[in-house]
Every structure is written in structure tokens, then in C-alpha cells.
């Protein structure tokens, strides 16, 4: 979608005159024996705000504003550049896009969403106080839509990351990034936490996310969710956009961000346990031509060769049904349990083989040519 560019501007007229060394700005016969430097400095200190202009009440100076202050500077705005042909078939950098980020060390890491640094060839990071660097793309996990973006620059404002498992549905909800552009940047919306573990499935993934009703719009991605103690408990991902539906927003739990976000800096990458199989579910059967009805469970279509199911005597036509313990009937539900447990540990798997039940333990492996 084509959003129309809107450029605000403030028009500032002051009309003077200059008279035998002096400004003439209509406040008065006392300005006319002085210099220009001196009637400067009288006018600057009658436009200075007074001590009870500049202070701030307790009923304005809410929660809101203070997680505002204290985080809005670490939030920064991500432009993502690529590659392409102009009209003379030259080779020209263009903007694919934009999006948000949050600085949340001082070394100058960022976490932003994948989706807006995908396929960048080139990354450039606006800072709130207005300075521009060149990022370093980290790393990036599609699977959770997150990604690190690395900046080389001193005195960074940093934002502190929270604990989301202490949420409670109801409290105050504060986003914080660049709706349409890095024309309105800094941009906070306030809502609440509509809702915790909201499971959404995508793909082959299920993810469990922070609802929320402050608004998060195009732009919005990868920036920071906040609560009323001014710290980070969720980077801004989604959106439920269709026609009628208003203030359904999601973001990523800065718990379950925190581990990818430092595999990223410390690997380049997210290490995963890894099962090595192929499976079926009750809705992609149809797709591979099968006509079974699986109400339970997911069927073993087949396995890696050495690779960690195999090894345990996993056969294809199994039915998986549970994963250390939780039932899986679609792939997404399995990707969930096996991502859960810990790599060269031991998982006990039930399937139903032959019309028997029975359990497999399975020593998971890490997954290989990740990324």
C-alpha cells in the first residue's frame, strides 16, 4: 500500500529593523538604547518558561510518559535498502522499507522483527536524537521473526528488558516505535495487555504472544511494547488487519526473545534440537494424497537417515502422539514440544505402532545447516 508523504512544517515570521545598532521588535522604548547582543539576551530570557511553567504535575507526568521518556530514545528507526534497476537500467540503492528496533546494550545491539531486514543489502539505523549509522546485520531467525542488528556508535541510550512471565491481562500497555516511516518516528501508543499466550499458528510454527490493543501499525514492527515500569516486555510484531476488526496487535514475549536474541550475538544463529522426521497431519494430508482420518496424533512419513529418530528405532508409519508428555496433533504442535526440550537431552515420544502404544525415548541432536 502507497502511503502519500505528509511533511509538517511550523512557518516562523519576525519582522525587525535595524536602527543605529539596535532591533526594533515592537516590546518597547527599552530596546532602543541597547545592542543587538544585549536585546538578544533580554528577549531569549523573557521567552524562557517560568519555574512553575516547566514543572510537570503529578497527574500528567502518568506512568505513560515516563516509560515514554525512558525508553523512547533507545527505540530507533531500521531502513532497509536494496538493489534495483533504474529507468536507465542503472544500478541504484533504493528503500525497500522501514521499520523499528530497540537498543538494549550498550555495544550497540538491536532487535528488530526479520521481516524488516529481510533481503536488506544494505541496513542504515536512525537514532531518536537524530544520528544515522550503518548496521550490521547479526543474525536472523525467521522461525520467531527476529533478528540483531549491530551499530558502532558511543553514548547510546540503552532500554532495559523486563520479565513478560510477570504480565498480568489489564495493566498498562505502551508501544513505542515508527508507524508509516521514520516520519513519525518515536511515535507511543497506549493500550493495555489484552491477553497473554495468545497462540497463533503460522506456518509450521506455533507461537505464543502477548495481546494487545495499543496500536501497532505498518512501521510499528520490531519496535518496543512497554509497561508502565518503563521496561521492555516485547518487541511489536503483528497485527490482525481485516476489515472491521480494530486494536488487535501481538508481540513477541521478551522472555522467549531473550534466548534468541543472544544465540544471534553469540552464534550468529538459533540452535535447535532436531528430531530428523517427516510428518503428516490431519491438514496437509489431503495435499500428499492421503486419505486417512487422524483425529490424534501426527503420522511418521518418514525419517534422516543416522539422524536422532532413526537412531531410536522410530519407523515410518508410526503416529507420534505425545512429546514429553503433551499431545501433538499437527506439525506446529510438535515443532513446539521438540523446540522446548534441550539439545542431547532425552525425550520420551509415544506412538501408536500396529494398533500398540508405546514409548520411544529419543536423544535429540542439534539441527544441522541452520541458516
Known sequence: MMVKKITPFIVVAVISAVIGGGI???????????????????????????????????????????????????????????????LYNRKVLMDKGSGSGVIFDSKGYIATNYHVVQNAQEILVSLADGRVFGGQLLGVDPVTDLAVVKIDAPNLPVAVLGNSDTLLVGEPAIAIGNPLGLEFKGSVTAGVISALNRSLEIGERKFKLIQTDAAINPGNSGGAL????????????????????EGIGFSIPINSARPILQSIIEKGRVVRPYLGVAIIDRHNAPVFGY?????????LQGLVENAAAA?????????????????????????????????GSTVAIQILRGGNSQTINVLLEEMPGQQ
Open 24 to 86: 526594533i521588535l515592537g516590546y518597547g522604548s527599552q530596546f532602543f538604547s541597547k545592542t543587538a547582543q544585549q536585546n538578544v539576551g533580554d528577549l531569549n530570557q523573557m521567552l524562557q518558561p517560568s519555574v512553575a511553567q516547566a514543572q510537570v504535575s503529578d497527574a500528567r507526568n502518568t506512568p505513560i510518559v515516563k516509560a515514554a521518556q525512558a525508553v523512547g530514545p533507545a527505540v530507533v528507526g531500521i531502513t532497509n535498502k536494496t538493489y534495483a534497476r533504474d
Open 226 to 245: 512497554v509497561n508502565a515500569d518503563g521496561v521492555v516486555v516485547g518487541i511489536n510484531s503483528a497485527k490482525i488487519s481485516i476489515a472491521g476488526v
Open 291 to 299: 486419505q486417512f482420518n487422524l483425529q490424534k496424533g501426527v503420522y
Open 311 to 343: 537412531k531410536a528405532g522410530l519407523l515410518a508409519g508410526d503416529i507420534i502422539l505425545k512429546v514429553a508428555g503433551v499431545e501433538v496433533n499437527s506439525i506446529a504442535d510438535l515443532r513446539g514440544a521438540v523446540d522446548t526440550q534441550a539439545i
